[in-house]
T-cell receptor
Framework: SAVISQKPSRDICQRGTSLTIQCQVD?????MFWYRQQPGQSLTLIAT?????????ESGFVIDKFPISRPNLTFSTLTVSNMSPEDSSIYLC???????????FGAGSRLTVL | GENVEQHPSTLSVQEGDSAVIKCTYS??????FPWYKQELGKGPQLIID?????GEKKDQRIAVTLNKTAKHFSLHITETQPEDSAVYFC????????????FGQGTRLTINP
């Protein structure tokens, strides 16, 4: 399965600032996904990052708050903009492998907003 | 779209006993049901999955069963060990055939020595 590296692994941020999370995959993949996991909660899909086109956002998530880049088939970034304490979460990058819906996840980026 | 409900939210069993976690789904067209294990400080890891053309799948101490009529699937862990302690998530495709998943609420499994 693909190996996914996320940076930063954790960070403490000030309210009103923005932070960009990087996701690097060791193989080319068509689709990359960004999930949010709020403290003690389940995973919620934020958006699908497609190479060569704009990201597709799920209900409740907007591009202005979570801009995504996908410059090539192995890399993506998620920015959390104008952060508030409610944005304190683990943000997870994942990739799908083949047509079998098998998702592999990175270790996640734990953000704490003060 | 798909909705997944998972029970129980916490489960504590004695080492060596079995653990069962259950999930129900809403979309009868869903055809893929994975289970993920998340250890502290790590991302979720796929441990087993099942597709709608089979009713049961086993991998050593782990098994998953699927009841399409009742729209529920379950994770069974036998001969539990301390390293089985983790949070377990079930999932189903948000849209049939898509790689996007919707997750259950999670079950925190604790194995008592």
């Amino acid at each position: 399965s693909a190996v996914i590296s996320q940076k930063p692994s954790r960070d403490i941020c000030q309210r009103g600032t923005s932070l960009t999370i990087q996701c690097q995959v060791d193989s080319q993949v068509t689709m990359m996904f960004w999930y949010r996991q709020q403290p003690g909660q389940s995973l919620t899909l934020i958006a699908t990052a497609n190479q060569g086109s704009e990201a597709t956002y799920e209900s409740g998530f907007v591009i202005d708050k979570f801009p995504i880049s996908r410059p090539n088939l192995t890399f993506s970034t998620l920015t959390v903009s104008n952060m508030s304490p409610e944005d304190s979460s683990i943000y997870l990058c994942s990739v799908g492998q083949g047509a079998l819906n098998v998702l592999t996840f990175g270790a996640g980026s734990r953000l704490t907003v003060l | 779209g798909e909705n997944v409900e998972q029970h129980p939210s916490t489960l504590s069993v004695q080492e060596g006993d079995s653990a069962v976690i259950k999930c129900t789904y809403s979309d009868s067209a869903s055809n893929y049901f994975p289970w993920y294990k998340q250890e502290l400080g790590k991302g979720p890891q796929l441990i087993i999955d099942i597709r709608s053309n089979v009713g049961e799948k086993k991998d050593q101490r782990i098994a998953v069963t699927l009841n399409k009529t009742a729209k529920h699937f379950s994770l069974h862990i036998t001969e539990t060990q301390p390293e089985d302690s983790a949070v377990y998530f079930c999932a189903a495709p948000i849209i049939q055939g898509a790689q996007k998943l919707v997750f259950g609420q999670g079950t925190r499994l604790t194995i008592n020595p």
